[in-house]
């Protein structure tokens, strides 16, 4: 059954400046990294990995099997830039986002949907733009 899952993205936010309680819950979030421009502004230069989680705000610490890959792909003067959306069905989520963005840290799914399709539609910081996947 095809289904349709609505993300309106927040972001961006650094390690230092991750947001409070609001994503304490379930959902998807989205790792860049890029560079400062402005205060409160940056250049993205390339997506790294996309994750989900029942606490998206505490998700990726020291802890998680990716920090230190995403911290070493970082060049001088780069930082990471953290995105979420709160979602339902976050494990669907992270399936078709994961299929279509094709994040380099992301080894699982990318080649293999593994979910029926699924229009995700996007709102907010809009840092790419709705799609659809097929079931494969």
Known sequence: MAVTIKLNLEG?????????EQHQC?????????????PGKCTLTKLLYIGRSGDTANR?????????ECHNSLAIGEKLYFYFANVDDEERAEKALVYHLKPPYNEQLKDNLK??????????????????????
Request: proline share 8%.
């Open 12 to 20: 961006y936010y650094t390690e230092e400046m991750l947001p409070p």
């Open 26 to 38: 379930g959902g998807v979030y989205i790792i860049y990294k890029g560079k400062p421009t402005a």
């Open 60 to 68: 990726f610490t020291k802890s998680h099997h990716k920090y230190q």
């Open 115 to 136: 979910c029926p399709t699924t229009t995700v539609i996007v709102s907010g910081k809009k840092i790419f733009e709705s799609f659809t996947v097929w079931e494969s």
